[in-house]
């Protein structure tokens, strides 16, 4: 049975979590289960893109274990690693997660791995600046919105943080990465399996500075059925945009043209096209009920160009952008393409 360590305890955990859906979320899973954080890393100058995941997995009672994922932006470049499941550890009382001697929490991230029969001798700390968390109210929990209330769903999204700056620096397999004055995101997911098809895209390196845009659209099963859902959080002038499916928004259009997609999303206050293309892809392993089995391919220094259209027409804001996240995963006719 997994053996999960909490740091400190918190009253009413198990009903509090549901309302910071970025901690821990899965104490008492003895079975097809995941959960994992995604922190994406990219230094001052583009010369350095890493994205690291901690996270856990389980099959059963005596199958499961912790894992950290890394992958190198420039190169494409993965790593998986694996520890016991009793070197999880996760606070009850705040965003803190430790796996062995690697930390994650709000404020940054320390790593400590020396696994050379994987190829990976890793060290060094990174601290946040400014996070740009996305707040939580009692009917909207995180970025799922009502949908976090929904049981029986195989896998659930959160947003650590859309935007922030980072100091530090990692040294990996000798090389030193410097991070000061670069740029981080972060977020999560946890459930049984990931959808069997989805479209991913973050970016947060626009010329003005404190732009960001997160999109995911996936199929969705859902009680014998299935539905398309879709998440896009916009950062613009200083405010968070949600433009979802619960929130009335609509893809009015999305197109591959192979490594190319465009997607346009109508709102109330705004149009919102996206056109990115793929670049070099990395490898990553994802959840099958728990066991960390399929493997798909993510683009972490794709190329994002973003219009932003104000409910007349009137063009309100585009720029291009760089360094962005970037997965297109299982069949696209499953999805409104």
Not at 262 to 273: L, Q, V
Request: net charge neutral.
């Amino acid at each position: 049975m997994p053996n999960f360590r909490s740091t400190d305890h918190q009253v009413f955990y198990s009903l509090l979590k549901m309302w910071h859906p970025v901690h821990f979320q899965g104490r008492n899973k003895t079975s097809r289960y995941f959960e994992g954080w995604y922190f994406k890393n990219v230094s001052a100058h583009s010369e350095h893109i890493w994205s690291v995941i901690p996270g856990i997995s389980i099959v059963d009672r005596n199958q499961s274990h912790a894992f950290l994922q890394l992958i190198n932006g420039k190169t494409s470049k993965t790593w998986y690693i694996t520890f016991p499941i009793n070197e999880f550890r996760y606070s009850e009382k705040k965003f803190e997660v430790s796996i062995g001697k690697n930390h994650f929490s709000y404020d940054g991230f320390r790593l400590d791995i020396d696994d050379e029969s994987n190829g990976l001798v890793a060290s060094g700390q990174i601290n946040f600046e400014n996070v740009h968390k996305l707040k939580s109210t009692f009917i909207n929990p995180g970025i799922m919105g009502w949908y976090s209330f929904m049981p029986f769903m195989e896998c659930y999204h959160g947003l650590v943080s859309i935007n922030h700056a980072l100091n530090g620096q990692l040294v990996i397999n000798g090389e030193t990465c410097n991070f000061n004055d670069g740029k981080g995101y972060s977020e999560k997911d946890w459930g049984r399996s990931m959808p069997s098809a989805w479209i991913w895209l973050q970016c947060n390196h626009f010329d003005t500075s404190d732009v960001s845009i997160m999109f995911s659209v996936a199929k969705i099963p859902w009680i014998r059925r299935s539905f398309t859902g879709f998440l896009c959080v916009l950062v613009l002038k200083g405010e968070i945009h949600r433009l979802t499916t619960y929130t009335g928004s609509k893809i009015s259009n999305i197109r591959l043209d192979g490594n190319m997609i465009f997607i346009r999303i109508t709102d109330t206050n705004f149009t919102i096209e996206i056109t990115a293309r793929r670049a070099g892809q990395g490898l990553l392993a994802a959840p099958v009920n728990g066991a960390m089995d399929r493997r798909i391919a993510e683009s972490a220094d794709a190329d994002v160009h973003l219009k932003i259209l104000d409910n007349i027409g009137n063009h309100f804001f585009e720029e291009n952008g760089k360094n962005a996240g970037l997965e297109l995963v299982g069949d696209m006719n499953d999805l409104p393409v």
